[in-house]
């Protein structure tokens, strides 16, 4: 701005700003003895306060830290995630060692064990989103991770639909917590452009554990049919996996922080307030344990709430049916057991190579709804082959089946996404909730016959039985979701285009600088620069770039806090 602010437009400004909640003091004394009171405010701006309001972190202080917080937090994310791929997907590898014969399974019972976690998941994901409101999220992940390794191995002793189904639906109950943590985890931690590359880190985990899964699977069924074995290969699958998710629990206790407000990590000098400061930038603050009911009126009225909530319907019908029954399908193309698990390494490699070169153009163009849009439309493209192609042409077959597997980035990509556009602890708590609502209701609805009380009357089975091993109803389900997931992005996209307009012009109107860059999607090198430049800048003016982000850390959500930047 070329005009010059003055101090008695600063004031009305301010006065404007505590109206409307955003907590934009100009005097010191009236900031504290307001947070004194506010019993929304969040820990990391209690623990400011105490250091005087404000920390000035060097490019080095910040780059220490992050190293620090990618050791102790998103290598856990990581091991973790890994994990729950390995326990959700053994149904998948026993699928291919004949589970449906030794347990004597018909019909539509198999559709069943894939889809009735994914119900249970549905039940519970909210409640464990609003649990970790009020319980130390590392105590949460890790009570779950041990209840569901036990459950996998439990599994294993289950020789008929009954028993299976329950395990199943235990499983669900337990990973519940796993994404929602996670998303939580990561905006407490990392700035949002970090929050990109980290999200992307623990979902390339799904990659590694479909490449290494596949081979333990082969491995425990060669064991267990070239010798005479009580053990059958389906059994010995989930018996080995859940021992190893069970093996980890101890490890992620240790390792896993609770918050960046009492991380053991951080004791040394002034690195807990180091890793406070480096995620002012956010605006989105960090946790607070009190549920806000005015956050979550305003989460349901929210337009982009509903957006997520559609296009993660769109994303997720055709990856619960793919992830569920891939291995029937290129079973179907005339591979025996053996060949059949093998040929699901590649999608693991495929997974890792496309989400990496994904978020390295998003972070490049800054414009994530693009990336995901160019991604979805060679998936249209192979499913349509998978329907249409003849089983003759084999290479054709293959090579369609793992263009589809581009589907395994999507999700990703758009977790990433939607972490980075709200703001408000009820608030995400909300928007979490709601995303995995829309995920596990899409999931079921792609994988088994459902009757759902207040969610649907009745969701046909739309891989039919009938149909294998083509499963054309399934795949023409997929291509009409995946046309429905390109219509909404570009929407989303727009819409936060429009509300980052509006938000400029709400700051013209408060007297504050219209036009800002999100530093926390900047390089921590480029952000310092751009703090510096900011910080000259606005001196000249009259005004303190301290007060502008002040109310960094206060519970504000993004329609609240003028400051806030959305990431298109």
């Known amino acids: 701005m070329s005009e010059k602010i003055s101090g008695a437009d600063i ?30 405010l969040d820990d990391a701006a209690k623990i400011l306060e105490e250091a005087g309001g404000h920390f000035e972190a060097t490019p080095e202080d910040r780059k220490r830290i992050l190293r620090k917080v990618d050791l102790w937090v998103c290598v856990p994310m990581c091991i973790v995630y890994c994990l729950q791929q390995f326990d959700k997907s053994s149904v998948n590898y ?52 041990a209840a569901w390794s036990i459950v996998t191995i439990c599994t294993g002793a289950a020789t008929n639909f009954a028993g299976l189904l329950t395990c199943r639906i235990l499983l669900g109950v337990f990973e519940a917590t796993v994404l929602p943590s996670f998303v939580l985890i990561t905006q407490m931690w990392y700035t949002r452009r970090e929050n990109s590359y980290r999200t992307i880190a623990y979902q390339i985990s799904n990659g590694i554990a479909g490449m290494i899964g596949p081979l333990m699977a082969f491995g425990i069924g060669e064991a267990t049919t070239s010798r005479p074995s009580a053990i059958r290969p389906y059994q010995g699958i989930f018996i ?60 349901m009225k929210d337009p982009k709430t509903w957006l997520w909530f559609f296009m993660f319907i769109f994303v997720c019908i055709p990856n619960g049916g793919i992830g569920t029954f891939g291995g029937l399908i290129t079973k179907g193309f005339g591979f025996n057991s053996f060949i059949t698990i093998v040929m699901q390494i590649p999608t693991g490699c495929i997974t890792i190579l496309v989400l990496l070169c ?31 192609l003849p089983r ?53 609805e792609a994988t088994g016959e459902i ?16 149909e294998a091993p083509y499963y054309r109803t399934g795949l023409l389900t997929c291509i009409g979701s995946w046309c429905g997931l390109f219509i909404t992005c570009v929407t989303m996209g727009l819409y936060l285009r429009y509300l980052n307009r509006k938000q400029e012009r709400r700051r013209v109107s408060l007297g504050l600088p219209a036009k800002l860059e999100d530093m926390s999607i900047m390089s921590t ?28 850390f206060d519970d504000m959500t993004d329609l609240e806090n003028p400051i806030f930047m959305y990431v298109i």
């Open 451 to 466: 009757r759902l009380i207040r969610v649907a009357e009745c969701i046909g089975n739309v891989y039919l039985a009938r």
């Open 240 to 299: 080995f996996l859940g021992s190893v998710t069970l093996s980890f629990t101890p490890l992620i206790w240790w390792m896993l922080p609770n918050s960046p407000t009492t991380a053991s990590f951080l004791r040394q000098g002034n690195d807990r307030l180091i890793a406070l400061e480096r995620i002012r930038e956010n605006n989105t603050g960090t946790k607070t344990s009190k549920w806000n009911w005015d956050q979550f009126w305003e989460t």
């Open 525 to 552: 090198d480029d952000a310092a620069a751009y703090r510096s430049s900011l910080s000259q800048r606005l001196r000249e003016q009259g005004f303190d770039e301290i007060k502008l982000f002040e109310g960094a």
């Open 358 to 388: 994904a978020i390295f153009i998003t972070n490049r163009i800054k414009v994530r709804f693009i990336v995901i849009c160019f991604l979805v439309v060679p998936v249209i493209g192979a499913a349509a082959g998978l329907v249409y």
């Open 94 to 145: 026993a699928s291919v060692f004949d589970l449906q014969a030794e347990t004597g399974l018909v019909g539509s019972e198999y559709s069943w064990l894939g889809s009735c976690g994914y119900i249970t998941q549905l039940l519970f994901q909210s409640t464990s989103a609003y649990a970790l409101v009020f319980f130390p999220v590392k105590n949460w992940v890790c009570f779950n991770l």
């Open 392 to 444: 003759s042409n084999l290479a054709g077959l293959i090579g369609c089946y793992y263009t589809v597997w581009l589907i395994s980035t999507l999700q990703p990509l758009m977790y990433a996404w939607s972490n980075l556009n709200a703001a408000g602890t009820t608030k995400r708590v909300v928007t979490i909730s709601l995303i995995y609502v829309g995920r596990e209701f899409s999931v079921c």
């Open 11 to 40: 004031l009305e400004s301010a006065q404007h700003l505590e109206n409307i909640n955003s907590k934009f003091d100009i005097e010191a004394g009236a900031v504290r003895r307001r947070r004194v009171a506010n019993t929304q």
